[in-house]
């Protein structure tokens, strides 16, 4: 297995720790590490913080993980996206999602509807761009150009660069098989890999259906890396941050998150920490979360469980392991990332 890592967040940039985030992606360069996803939820943007980066390395992959669909066109994304490319040295991998309603409607003010539709428009217009054809495009929400006005189809004056790997952030089953049919990987989230085919199975449905394979496809699903003699304490720390996902990660009508925990066989567990969450009993929904849903969506534990652990991912068909590893301080969270880069060169000799 390869191994990522990921920075930003919701809370990115609150404490103005970017230098420390930029330190800690040039050492695990060093370490092997493969790719660095940079997210965007509602607080720094995605892209950003990669070009910065693309300055600080030379060999380690730049992805976004994820540019919202919804606070771009599709052109611009297109734009950026061969920005990107051309100054990181076609280090850049585009990954795209659809976010939530409370993002996308509150914050953006777009309307949420259709989020699978817009993505395929999306991922069309923006592979048309790369490919350096004229943009002109008939969709359910995304004409081009703009009927009755004074625009014309147009290409980007960019080069071409038909090389610019496009990964998908899906959680439905539908977008999981548009996934397996489109993308060139896929980045999970609420994943165990106990349950791996609650994903696993769609996304290859429609890999099948393009005529490829589960295995042509870059699976990267993971969790938090932990060595301790304590995993009770950690899990018990831990479910807070899972309360709040399957909680308040979209609406009380719409959580993939949630969802994707109850075809995982959650449903009890996941419907009711929302139902308390939503109701305001946090501290209540976060006693609720089980003890397995944590365990199985981290890696927690001494050196030997950690391993089997990391077995567990690797047999269920993950290619690369999207590692947040633990730790007080930066230095903390370098030594934990480095045993886990051991652990898995242990595993593949």
Known sequence: MKVSIGIGGPASGRSRDFEQQVTFVVEAEKLGVSDVWSAEAWGQDAIVPLAYLAARTTRIRLGTGIVQISARVPSMTAMTAMTMAALSNDRFILGLGVSGPQVVEGLQGRPFKAPLTRMKETVDIVRMAFR??????????????????????????????????????????????????????WLGTSFTPNQARAHLDFISRGASRAGRTLEEIDIQAGGSVIFTDEPQQIIEQMKAGLAFTLGAMGS????????????????????????????????????????????????????????????????????????????????????????TMDLIRSLDD
């Open 132 to 185: 350096g054809e004229k943009i002109q495009y008939d969709g359910e929400y995304h004409v081009l150009p703009l009927p009755g006005g004074e625009g014309k189809a147009l290409r980007l004056a960019q080069p071409p660069v038909d090389s610019i790997p496009i990964y998908l952030a899906t959680l439905g089953p539908k977008s999981l098989e548009y996934t397996g049919e489109a993308a060139d990987g």
């Open 252 to 339: 009380a009508q719409t959580n993939f998150y949630n969802d994707a925990y109850k075809r995982a066989g959650w449903s009890d567990a996941a419907s009711e920490v929302q139902r308390l969450w939503v109701e305001g009993k946090r501290d209540e929904a976060t006693r609720l979360v089980p003890d397995e849903m944590v365990e199985q969506s981290n890696l927690i534990g001494d050196e030997a469980r950690v391993i089997e652990r990391l077995k567990v991912y690797r047999d269920a068909g993950v290619t690369t392991l999207r590692v947040a590893p633990g730790g007080n301080s930066l230095e903390s969270q370098l030594e934990t990332l480095g045993r």
